[in-house]
């Protein structure tokens, strides 16, 4: 009887699973991925995206050509639940799907859900498609209205937050210099300091946790010397929409739409808020009964399969390795996607499974927005040009695989 392996999610685990099931596949196995998108987005090119420096199509990967290759039927739609007695995830729109073998990566989210209005206000950095979504909303907004003041908000001081501040602040600046030049108004950049404002919140004394100290002082001097705004020692306790009043339409300086509050009495009037904080995992995962760990995300043995159902497994942001607990980073679903795709089939061949060990120490290139990236591992520190143009190589080789 053929045997019905259902993969939810369309991670970089995921993407290299069936890749890896198109040079290999496995006679008798159905293949079947279930992703809310067409077009997965790849984490290590997302920063240079929102600075401008890759389109779309290059730091997205096309689940539509890379299913047709690993012979796999594609479900767009978004798993909300999965029916242990029927063996069956189910879909928000489409028909329940059969499964025999189930793998999950569907990634993580910020938590929002502890500070009052952030659900409802704040743009969180996950699920990509959203976030991008108003970040393509707010530069048309700039292009419209490039005279007017805009207020950014940025809640969250780990390497995502640092890394979003700066590129946010590279493209809208890049933005306000095409504007200038297609006026003739001379090929030099002006700064924004006046028209454009960036805040980040981290409720820590120091930026970017879980780096050495050269790095998270190197970085707060490139921040501060940019012009961001910090705030340290800064918790966000709620989130409201301001109530607006008339104001002339031709003003440079439009009443804000948000109001952020923090725990120390801080107030800040803001235009928009993007929330990247730590991850949180969907809620119907721990509603399934699989095993969790106390965020909710799915722990997994040493084989990536799931603690609690032996049918199950799971990589990327949502597994918890109880053995191996590392940080929510895609060099680790990166690496997880050749033996998860190895369990896989040894699964389904009856065979022994292959445990896996995730490197304790990992290398993070974290680009400065200016085509120039920091190189951090361990209390290792190096900062250069050229590790710009290595990143961009390795990533596009990396985007390559699946094309």
């Not at 196995?29 to 199509?57: C, E, K, N, Q, W």
């Not at 490139?222 to 020692?233: D, E, F, K, P, T």
Request: proline share 6%; with cysteine; net charge neutral.
């Amino acid at each position: 009887m053929p045997q019905d392996l259902v993969l939810i999610g369309g991670g970089h685990s995921h993407a290299i699973v069936l890749k890896m099931f198109g040079t290999k596949p496995l006679p008798g196995v159905r293949l079947t991925l279930i992703s809310d998108v067409s077009h997965a987005p790849y984490s290590g090119m997302l920063p240079g995206h929102v600075a401008g420096f890759y389109s779309y199509d290059e730091c997205h990967i096309d689940l539509r050509s890379l299913a047709e290759f690993a012979g796999c039927e594609l479900v767009v739609d978004r798993a909300i639940a999965i029916d242990f007695n029927r063996s069956q995830v189910i879909c928000q729109n489409c028909p329940p799907v059969n499964f025999d073998l189930l793998s999950v990566d569907i990634g993580s989210t910020p938590a929002t859900l502890s500070v009052p209005g952030a659900a409802k206000y704040a743009v969180p950095a996950k699920p990509v498609p959203e976030f991008l979504a108003n970040w393509n909303q707010l530069i048309a907004w700039r292009q419209n209205h490039p005279e007017m003041l805009l207020r950014i908000a940025i809640v969250g001081g780990g390497a995502g937050g640092v890394e979003l501040a700066l590129n946010m602040q590279a493209r809208l600046t890049k933005e306000e210099g095409r504007r200038k030049r297609e006026e003739g108004r001379g090929k030099k950049e002006e700064k924004l300091d006046k028209l454009l404002e960036i805040h980040l919140f981290h409720s820590g004394d120091e930026l970017m946790p879980g780096h050495n100290n050269r790095v998270r002082l190197r970085l707060q001097e490139i921040l501060v010397s940019r012009g961001i705004q910090l705030h340290l020692m800064e918790k966000v306790s709620a989130i409201e929409k301001t109530a607006k009043l008339e104001i002339a339409s031709d003003s440079k300086f439009p009443l804000p739409d948000y109001q952020i509050y923090c725990q120390s009495s801080l107030e800040l009037e803001c235009d928009r808020i993007f929330w990247v904080t730590q991850a949180a995992a969907a809620n119907w995962i721990e509603e399934s009964d699989l095993s969790t760990d106390e965020k909710g995300f799915i722990q997994v043995n040493d084989c990536l399969q799931s603690i609690s159902h032996s049918n199950v497994f799971a990589a990327g942001d949502i597994a918890a390795m109880i053995n191996y607990p590392r940080p929510k980073a895609g060099v680790f679903a990166v690496r997880q996607g050749k033996p998860l795709f190895e369990n896989l089939q040894q699964f389904l061949l009856g065979k022994p499974l292959k445990p896996f060990v995730p490197q304790q120490q990992y290398l993070s290139l974290i680009g400065t927005a200016n085509k120039s990236a920091i190189a951090s591992r361990g209390s290792w520190m190096w900062e250069s040009p050229l590790l710009w143009y290595w990143k961009d190589w390795i990533d596009r080789q990396f985007m390559k695989r699946f094309r």
